[in-house]
């Protein structure tokens, strides 16, 4: 078991090659995702509430073409650190 996600995978030895493990994501990590992604959904639908669907449309649009011309900092940065 994963000591950092307790429960959240699930590893086992492959039978052919004792040498691999194989992991996979258990019910409760499932479940979780679900539950987070459920979450992220309330939250967007309270911050957008005021947003009919165009200008729901237009604000995607423009969130996709920020993050295309401005790349991904956070990565660059991290590629920086000593």
């Not at 911050?47 to 237009?58: C, G, M, N, R, T």
């Not at 649009?61 to 011309?69: D, E, M, V």
Request: charged share 25%; hydrophobic share 45%.
């Amino acid at each position: 078991m994963n000591a950092v996600c307790p429960g959240w995978v699930k590893t086992e030895m492959d039978a052919a090659d004792r040498r691999r493990h194989i992991v996979e994501i258990s019910p409760r990590g499932t479940q979780l995702v679900t539950d987070v992604y459920a979450g992220i959904a309330s939250v967007e639908a309270q911050l957008f509430a005021a947003l009919d669907a165009h200008e729901i449309d237009v604000l995607h649009k423009i969130l996709i073409r920020i993050k295309a011309t401005a790349g991904d900092q956070a990565c660059d940065a991290a590629d920086d650190a000593p």
